[in-house]
């Protein structure tokens, strides 16, 4: 469990990024940060593994101030997957997974083989280890990106707009297989995005935040779509603009489910375990 206690941060400019912020990120799930640019999403998964520290306020992991860990051993103990995967270039494959394993003190040999087992779990051919990342595609070189987030081990993942960069089939593909990694590994996940529909795919928790990392409301996304906490949410989710609203039509054959703008999306079926 990852804990924000009152976490403020104001940048040396002046700019109050975060304003007294709390959450708690339940253990083994995820929890999407979503917001708008600028609403200090990535500032606040940078102050878990201490990228930025807080002007004031705490956060704990497993009850353990970050604050009180060695700021580098943290950060490798901890995956980090960035938009536009953030490769090393002149490291191939492998070596741009291997690192951290290296940098923890595994031997070459070992760092090797776990980084050709990441690339089974990430879904990536062995062909790939000795390419470099401008040889492989966006998709590709987010799934090392992913792998190298992995190579740790990490109780904590931290992913930030990891697939803002892909074209949308890439993205679908790529939202799927961190739902599988995600049943498959059982870590912590925080995932920032300004997407509302990702979020609502990926997050277990989803956390909708305005300006300042003001929460506008915290909940699964069947709590937030079925009862939005004001009209900034409704509005931010899509609500209003008819997106999550469906109408009920009668067919011949039974209740269909049409959306906003008139397709039909389902069939109404009785019961359900929801
Ligand atoms: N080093 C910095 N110095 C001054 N202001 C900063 C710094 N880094 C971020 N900010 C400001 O803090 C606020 C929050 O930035 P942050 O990058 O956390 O937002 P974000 O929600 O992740 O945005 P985006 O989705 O565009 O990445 C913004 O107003 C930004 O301009």
Redesign the pocket.
Known sequence: MIEFRSVSKR???G?L??NDFSLVVPARSTTVLV??????????LRMINRMIEPTSGTIEIDGESVQGRDPVRLRRSIGYVMQNAGLLPHFTVLGNVATVPRLNGASKSAAGDRALELLDTVGLSRDLADRYPSQLSGGQQQRVGVARGLAADPNVLLM??PFGAVDPIVRAELQQETIRLQRELDKTVVF?T?DIDEAFLLGDQVVI?EKGARIAQVGSPSEIIENPANDFVASFIGIDKGKRAFTVKETPRGAVVVDGAGRTQGVLIEGGDA
């Open positions: 940048f040396d400019d700019t990024a975060i917001g708008s640019s600028g609403c200090g999403k990535t500032t606040l930030d707009e920032v300004h935040l």
